[in-house]
């Protein structure tokens, strides 16, 4: 089960650092509410990607692959949109914050 995000970022003044940590930010939370759900033995394989692509703004698109054996009974497709929509919560919360030290 493959699911693709893209979170439109409108901060095209984020520095290179602060651009591969909202990337680094947005798997993490992905992979931790995952596995918030199921157990390691559970997951056979899981992959999360992430991509920023510097337009007029930012676009942070992130994939995630997840695949569980037939035995897990689990809403794979309802799993990886709740953890894009946590990534995407995470990912905007920071932003702000980078905003608002922008402004000290």
């Known amino acids: 089960m493959e699911q693709r995000g893209v979170i439109h970022i409108g901060l095209?003044?984020?520095?290179e650092e602060e651009i591969i940590a909202i990337g680094e930010?947005?798997?993490?939370v992905i992979?931790?509410?995952?596995?918030?759900?199921?157990?390691?033995?559970?997951v056979k394989?899981?992959?999360?990607?992430?991509?920023?692509?510097?337009?007029?703004?930012?676009?942070?698109?992130?994939e995630v692959y997840l695949e569980v054996p037939v035995?897990?009974?689990?809403?794979?497709?309802?799993?990886?949109?709740e953890a894009l929509e946590k990534a995407y919560d995470a990912v905007e919360k920071?932003?702000?914050e980078i905003a608002n030290e922008g402004k000290d």
């Open 12 to 15: 095209p003044e984020l520095s």
């Open 31 to 42: 992979i931790k509410h995952v596995f918030s759900e199921l157990n390691r033995s559970e």
């Open 45 to 62: 394989d899981i992959e999360v990607t992430t991509r920023i692509n510097r337009d007029d703004t930012l676009n942070l698109e992130i």
């Open 94 to 96: 920071r932003l702000r």
């Open 71 to 81: 035995f897990v009974k689990v809403d794979v497709e309802k799993l990886i949109e």
């Open 25 to 28: 930010l947005a798997q993490n």
